[in-house]
């Protein structure tokens, strides 16, 4: 019995991914809703938040394991590309700023 595609993905796959169709036992369930994701670069970030230069965007991703932004879930990485939720990154920059 030859298999297409389709269902090939509905016998044999769990889709578990936000936006997609999740499949179990071949039967599929609601259509969860994306959150909202607002992906930019270093660069990008930089010009958005003028605040924020590129150097020490850099060095908050070089130390991102010493300072917690590694489990913040801000970061995304796309082969050896870096790409930052900017929501969740500003929400990380207020959760751990100092403020006197």
Do not use: C
Not at 19 to 38: D, F, N, Q
Not at 57 to 70: H, P, Q
């Amino acid at each position: 019995m030859l298999l297409y595609a389709p269902e090939i993905i509905k016998k044999h796959l769990t889709l578990r991914y936000l936006g997609m169709r999740i499949m179990k036992k071949g039967r599929a369930s609601e259509e969860m809703p994306l959150p909202e994701i607002t992906l930019v670069t270093v660069k990008q970030l930089a010009k958005t938040v003028p605040a924020l230069s590129i150097p020490l965007i850099r060095r908050l991703l070089l130390d991102r394991k010493k300072n917690g932004l590694s489990t913040s879930g801000a970061i995304i990485r796309v082969g050896h590309r870096i790409f930052l939720d900017q929501g969740l990154f500003m929400k990380w920059i207020i959760d751990n700023s100092k403020r006197s």
